[in-house]
């Protein structure tokens, strides 16, 4: 299991729940707005130790609720399994970030009992699915197959989209909308330049723009909601 950083403290990662958020390296999209350059295109091969995360974990059971996953593809580590099992031992709630594209993967943590929240990426609507992840073709079925088992409601779970001026229209999230209908929680999320991007020129909206858009998005999937804004 491999790990590439660790936020002692989160108020935001886990939904009401004070947190850690673990950052492991690695993704199989090369999404050009995503934050995270040095996950994904320059890994740094200076590795924290599960061994380490644990240590600290137990110094701050009774305190922190809940320890966060995130990557790059945290589905990509091979042992990930086992790493929750530790930390499920000692209380702690978990909570996923994955961008869906590993279905059998995560069916299994989710019903075994190992992540008590899901947030999937959904990134674009599925005609621009391919161009929005960095890729030139790209089959959908393995996130289609996530997309029902998350709404099968065997987990608490989200779906995200983080919204940009050069990858997402109106039209896009309204046929986002439309896949996911039925589902119990879906956000537009605002665009940040981290500084870090995979590609710098990308840009999002203004809060007034997203804002207009979302409620566009809501009158279709009621549950929408909309995050940093």
Known sequence: MKLSGMQKLTLLDYPEKMACTLFTPGCNFLCPFCHNKALVTDIDEHFITTDEV??????????????????????????????????????????????????????????????????MDVKNSP????????????????????????????????????????FHTLEDLLMIADWITGCDAYYLQQFVDSGMLIDGSVKGYDNEELAAMYREVKRKLPCTQLRGV
């Open 127 to 166: 005609k621009k699915y391919a161009e929005t992840i960095g890729k030139t073709i790209f089959d959908l079925s393995a996130v289609n197959e996530s997309i029902e088992l998350l709404t099968e409601g065997i987990v608490n779970y989200e779906f995200r989209t983080t919204v940009t001026k050069d």
């Open 54 to 119: 644990l240590e600290f974990l137990k110094t701050r059971q009774g305190i922190l609720e809940g320890v966060c996953i995130t990557g790059g593809e945290p589905l990509l580590q091979k042992d990930i399994e086992d790493f929750i099992k530790e930390i499920k031992k000692m209380g702690f709630l978990v909570k996923l970030d994955t961008n869906g594209s590993f279905p059998k993967k995560l069916e299994g943590v989710v019903v075994h009992g190992l992540v008590d929240y899901v947030a």
